[in-house]
């Protein structure tokens, strides 16, 4: 005889099994059960407190929760799909603790403002952490820079060799990414850090409940101030996966950098064996496995963000089944994230050596002192656009007689404008030319000093 589902006396039956399987959530929304918990609890209090039930019967429910925290941390409490969701496995064991007061808990609730609450409560803690680790990835890039102010780089353009760099003027590039992303987060907290619970299924309750009170155990901001609204917004999540996604281009456009500069071609640094794999086959391998990893990872984390707009365009108000589908999505995208953050910090303290002698040998190889040629003209009263063409000439006679810039004769110079004198020399010397740049913002080593001494303030 088939078991009879305890929906209500609406229902006949139960569900087939195949779509039992099909319709439970307890496999991933497992992870919420703490948050669920935490939420019981205050909805409990907030009963007890407003005469909806006794003070008496909510300490009991109270301490029946907190004894399925206990079972579930000592991995006592294993729910499986006959319980369908975190939801429902928690009420059957509460009613098997403490009896029919079990069922007095579901009084002025619906699983919609529950879940609702339940991920508002996860995201938030989750948010938190995040920010805090790109707190810490934030610090292994600045003890980079000062690490690193006068090592110079080349710097490019359509992957071309433009101007060279301070080396710490471009890591601390990635810092002000990783700034923004942590203050973006910040703002993401604020919206999502909204209490639905008192929604109700969509239109509230019947029941004198206190929403504020309850928001003020959980320590939320404020509530939803529309029932509708509070049960089917996920816009906080969306946005959540959004700022995951931007943390995930950063991440990975570090990577891409990474991969080339350890490439023979660049060879501007040597990955440790602590962070490198090996071929199968050809021993002289290093492979950069872990920026190759965030690189690939970050697309997982963009597809979740797409997912959920696809996922929430066409719902119509408030709560439909579909929305059982955001818990996958926004699970993968935190544990995506924190485990990029994590592997990107490793590799850049502890696996990584930046080859300093190539990197010098790198910005004396090429013409990217080409503008200050241009620079030092117009210093000197030639119109600049005049400039850039005599340059741009003695850069084409130049590359045919396999010379660079430095290799060019005082008279050389001379004849290309009588303007010059021995102190071109020192202006298009890889490290002055950096130290010119000293524009707020710049390249220059006093504008970097000045952008760590900011980072660091950031920091503290």
Known sequence: MTKKKTWSDRFESALHPAIARFNASIGFDIQLLEYDLTGSVAHAKMLGKTGIISEAEAEELVAGLEQIRQEYQEGKFNPGVEDEDVHFAVERRLIEIVGDGGKKLHTARSRNDQVATDLRLYLREQITSIRAQLRTYQQV???????NVETLIPGYTHLQRAQPLSLAHHLLAYFQMAQRDWERLGEIYRRTNICPLGSGALAGTTFP??????????????????????VSDRDFAIEFLLGASLIMVHLSRLSEEIILW??????????????????????????????????????RVFGHLQAMLVLMKGLPLAYNKDLQED??????????????????????SEGLEFQTARLSAAVAEDFSNATDVADYLAAKGVPFREAYNLVGKVVKTSIAAGKLLRDLSLAEWQQLHPTFEEDIYDAIAPKQVVAARNSYGGTGFEQVRAQIAEAKSLLE
């Open 209 to 230: 409940i206190d929403r504020d009170y309850t928001a003020a155990l959980l320590n939320f901001d404020g509530v939803c101030g529309n029932s509708l609204d509070g």
């Open 141 to 147: 890039l600045l003890d980079l820079a000062l690490q």
């Open 262 to 299: 350890s490439s023979t071609e660049f060879n501007f640094i040597t990955l440790k064996d602590s962070c490198a794999t090996g071929s199968s086959i050809m021993p002289q391998k290093k492979n950069p496995d872990v920026p190759e990893l965030v690189r690939g990872k970050s697309g």
């Open 327 to 348: 818990k996958e999505a926004i699970f993968d995208g935190v544990q995506t994230v924190k485990t990029s953050l994590e592997a990107m910090r490793i590799l850049l």
